[in-house]
């Protein structure tokens, strides 16, 4: 786990979802599922075995784990911006039938419309529990969600390059966390709790690691919280799904391959 120093929020070892603990009861907090992605990528001529089946196991086996009955998703459940096809619609219902034991509420992201109209499910622009504020975080939160201590999000899909020592690049998944800043934030918000920190999340879905943060075309890319630097994007920090420290946007350099020196002189 990292985080350790406030034991309300534990993210999970090695898997892109954390638990929230308000009152002695657990939250299971995951966010960007891309449901029917599968579809899109298969009219790119890219076949892959669907994500449906393991994103559910997965769900259940940390849901079990840390004794969770409340599942929060953070938006983008499904693929499709719109109305999904046939495939994609099914692929919905399902998912929402076999966790239909716990009690789910959405979030809603940018590709979430119309959601509620073809599964069972509770869907909200933002959800306040406690000290805690959960969004998807493609819209500014309000001054309520600005009161929290933290604020849950996805939306960016936090990813990290990295170069081994063999010189292979690699990008993974990762965990940013960054603190409020005062005077932006002063601009928009008449109050807001002056140590709010925002924790954007990696993606759920196993097809998607993300853009990565050491890359300068990430920035095209940051939500509103971001671009209009209420939350300080380059001092963030990033870590890795193992929880190790790996830096912030200000110090991570982008990463490009170089071959090794005796790879170059063999050519």
């Given amino acids: 786990m990292i985080m350790e120093q406030d034991e309300r929020i534990k993210f999970v070892y090695n898997e892109a979802a954390a638990v929230v603990t308000i009152k002695s009861k657990n939250y299971l907090v995951v966010g960007d599922l891309h449901i029917g992605m599968e579809r899109k990528l298969s009219h790119k001529g890219i076949h ?3 994500a449906l089946g393991g994103m559910v196991k997965k769900i259940k086996e940390l849901a079990e784990e840390f004794g969770a009955n409340d599942i929060i998703i953070l938006g983008d459940v499904k693929e499709s911006i719109l109305y999904p096809d046939y495939a994609e619609l099914s692929k919905l219902k399902e998912f929402f039938e076999q966790l239909k034991e ?6 809603i992201g940018n590709h979430d419309p119309h959601l509620d109209e073809l599964v069972k499910c509770t869907m909200v622009e933002e959800l306040i529990i406690g000290d805690f504020a959960f969004l998807h975080g493609h819209r500014w939160p309000t001054e309520a969600a600005m009161g929290a201590d933290y604020i849950l999000a996805g939306h960016n899909h936090v990813a990290i390059s990295i170069m081994d020592k063999q010189g292979g690049l690699y990008v993974q998944k990762g ?8 005077k932006k934030a002063a601009e928009k918000y008449r109050e807001f709790n002056k140590d709010a920190k925002l924790v954007v999340m990696p993606a759920f879905n196993d097809l998607i690691t993300g853009m990565p943060v050491n890359e300068k075309r990430h920035e095209d890319n940051l939500s509103p919280l971001f671009r209009n630097e209420i939350f300080d994007y380059k001092n963030a920090e990033i870590y890795s799904l193992h929880g190790d420290l790996v830096g912030t946007p200000r110090t991570m350099k982008s ?13």
């Fill in 48 to 50: 892959i075995h669907e």
């Fill in 102 to 107: 716990f009690n789910i509420i959405v979030t």
């Fill in 175 to 182: 965990w940013l966390i960054a603190k409020v800043k005062k």
């Fill in 255 to 267: 990463v490009k391959y170089k071959r090794p020196e005796r790879e170059r002189k063999k050519r």
